[in-house]
Each structure stands twice: as structure tokens, then as C-alpha cells.
């Protein structure tokens, strides 16, 4: 995947998750239940797309379609079962089927992909993922997440030797996310899913981070080298709270051994957010 597609969608869960939050919970913005994210506009450098979003007669979402900042079409589709949850990815002719497995407490606890396992997951005590195995095999990568105060604050990815391969560490605002679906971190994009993981519902996933996030910060690691991807994040609002604007910048650094970190690519992205209220 383009890396820099890639990181897009990071910024587009984030749209996607956070319709609007409240600073230490003194400002009390329009109720996210009252308010549903209706468009949304990717915009890269001097080009624009748009996303339309569709909802069923429960408030969630059943599709995602557009075209991205370079003109490609976009379209995600969800259909709810009682026991997993179909997305479908259509690419021209193409379709993609993923398929999220639900426990008894309708969280995911592997996703299938074109009919392969692609990822199994652990919940800890609380709720929260504690783990993810990309692929579901003794010879897979796992992700092992930590948190602090109600907020994931470190993955760390082994290889199938138990080698530590990514160090990703996320930072938050004191603002409270109010979230309507599943705000996926970085470990599920970087793992090749689409985008369509961004909008299942929220809780399908466990718990999700109570605060707003504003960088992420992934450490990869690689015959002893270093890559750096920092993402930091500036959200705007209206007068009533909800976000309608997350700028997004990518930074790419290398660092060869002990010679001195380079620059390889340092980007921005934005999203604005339009929304319809009742």
C-alpha cells in the first residue's frame, strides 16, 4: 500500500471516529447522537475528493462511496449479522469480501479476508485489545498494546522470531473523544486492511481511547536501522464543537546505524467534515 494512501486513511478514521468532543468536560458541544457525519472531503496538495456516507435505520453506517484526492472511485459497503459483519471493497470490477467474527459480546475476534485469516484478536480484563496476531498463525506478527488511564499509549510488534519490529506510541489531547465507530489505529492499516475497518461500529472493537488523539509515533526497526513516522493532528471546529476540519502531518525520517536521522518526506493532509443534525 502507498505509504502516503496509507496514512490518509489513518486520517480518515480519525475524521470518521471523532464528530465532535469537549474539553475537560466544561463545554458541552450539539450531542454526537443527534449529529452524523454526512460528507467527507479529502484534500492532498491542490487536490480534493469527497466521500459520501450512508446510514441504516439504526444510525449506522452502510456505506462509504466517492472518489479520493486523486480522482480514484471509493466505495465501502457493511452489512450487520448477528454473529460478524461483512465489509465489501469495490474496486471497478473488483470486490472485496471482509469478514469480522463476533464473540458473544459482539466484539471482533478475527477478521477474514478473501478468505483468509488475517488477523485474530485478544481482549484484556478491561475490555480493551491487548493483542492482535496478523494472521492468526504461530508465524505471524503480533502487536501487543498497552494502556494508560483509558488510553492506548503503545504497540509493540514482534515478528514471528519475537523480534521487536515496530515501537508505535500514541499522545492525546485532555479533550474527551466522543466517538459513533470504531476509532482503528495504525496497527490494523499497517497491516494491509482497507478502509472499510474505520467505519464498523464502535464497540465492536472493545473500548476505544477516551481522549482525542494528537501524534502517533512509529518506530520501525530493520537490520539495525531505524524508519520514523510521526503523524501529528490539528482538529478545528464550529461553534458548537463538532470537529469539521483534521489536518494531518507525515513525517517520514530514516536514521542508517548511528549516522544522523534524514528527512525523506514530510506531507500534509486535510479532511473537512460536513454533517446533518436533528
Known amino acids: 500500500m502507498n505509504k502516503q494512501l496509507k496514512f490518509l486513511m489513518v486520517a480518515m478514521v480519525a475524521a470518521i471516529s ?32 469527497s466521500f459520501e456516507v450512508v446510514y441504516n435505520s439504526n444510525s449506522k453506517i452502510i456505506k462509504l462511496s466517492g472518489k479520493d484526492p486523486d480522482g480514484v472511485p471509493v466505495l465501502y459497503e457493511l452489512t ?19 469478514v469480522y467474527n463476533q464473540d458473544n459480546q459482539s466484539r471482533v475476534i478475527n477478521i477474514v479476508e478473501a478468505g483468509s485469516q488475517i488477523a485474530v484478536l485478544k481482549y484484556n480484563t478491561d475490555g480493551y485489545i491487548s493483542e492482535v ?5 504461530p508465524i505471524s506478527d503480533v502487536a501487543k498494546l498497552n494502556y494508560n488511564d483509558g488510553n492506548l499509549v503503545q504497540a509493540l510488534i514482534y515478528d514471528y522470531n519475537n523480534i521487536l519490529i515496530n515501537d508505535i506510541k500514541f499522545e492525546y489531547t485532555s479533550e474527551s473523544a466522543i466517538t459513533s465507530v470504531n476509532f482503528t489505529d495504525p496497527l490494523f492499516l499497517n497491516s494491509g486492511l482497507s478502509l472499510v475497518d474505520a467505519i464498523v461500529p464502535n464497540g465492536v472493537f472493545g473500548k476505544v481511547s477516551k481522549n482525542q488523539i494528537k501524534k502517533i509515533t512509529n518506530t520501525s526497526y530493520q537490520n539495525g536501522n531505524k524508519e520514523f513516522v510521526i503523524d501529528t493532528f490539528t482538529y478545528t471546529k464550529d461553534s458548537s464543537g463538532k470537529i469539521i476540519d483534521i489536518l494531518q502531518n507525515n513525517l517520514l525520517q530514516r536514521q542508517t546505524g548511528s549516522n544522523a536521522i534524514v528527512t525523506l518526506d514530510n506531507t500534509s493532509f486535510s479532511l473537512g467534515l460536513k454533517y446533518t443534525c436533528n
Open 133 to 137: 496476531n496478523y494472521g492468526g498463525t
Open 18 to 49: 471523532i464528530a465532535s468532543c469537549k474539553k475537560n468536560d466544561t463545554v458541552e458541544p450539539e450531542k454526537e447522537s443527534n449529529c452524523k457525519i454526512t460528507t467527507i472531503i479529502p484534500k492532498e496538495g491542490t487536490k480534493q475528493g
Open 80 to 98: 450487520y449479522n448477528p454473529t460478524n459483519i461483512y465489509g465489501v471493497e469495490t474496486n471497478g470490477s473488483n470486490k472485496n469480501l471482509i
